[in-house]
Each structure stands twice: as C-alpha cells, then as structure tokens.
C-alpha cells in the first residue's frame, strides 16, 4: 500500500509519510486501515515519533484512535500531544523499530 514517501488508496488521497497525520480530511469509518498502514509505513522510513491529528471535537475521535493504539503490537507508547503540538486535540505515538 506505500509507494515512494506517501500511502494510496484511500480514495485516490495521497498521504505524505512525514509522521504527522491529519484526520480531519478522512472518514472515521477508514481509521481502522488507516492508521495501522500509516504506522507501518512510518516505520519502514525509521519515523519512530508520530503525531496524530484527531481535533478536540467531541472527543469521539480521540477515542477511537486510543482504542486502536492499544491494540497495535508496533507501538510503544502514545501519549496526548503538548500544548505546542496540538494538546488533546492530537496524540504523540511512539513506534517500536522494525525488527523488535
């Protein structure tokens, strides 16, 4: 599902592999692929620290982010972002290395 520096597939969208991702451009039913492909092609390019945007809306987001998180072999640890990386509107992951 990667190619070059970005993901394909979610309707025909281009996701840069930067580590920070935006969900406010995608529907909530695709997180559950979303994410995890996101994740692993974060650590395919060693982008072990991944900001993820969820927005602070109801908090329904976050929510489902966290429950998926959870639930990840490949993470670490993730965390609510700090007030100058969005602060609970966002959540920082960290990813295990590939190999561990």
Sequence with gaps: MQEDNHIKDFDHIEIPVDGTLDLHTFDPRDLKELLPDYLEA?????????RVIHGKGSGFLKKRVHSILSRLSSVESFKQAGDDAGGWGATIVILKPRGS
Aim: charged share 45%; with cysteine.
């Design 42 to 50: 974060c650590r395919e390019k060693k982008i072990l620290q991944v």
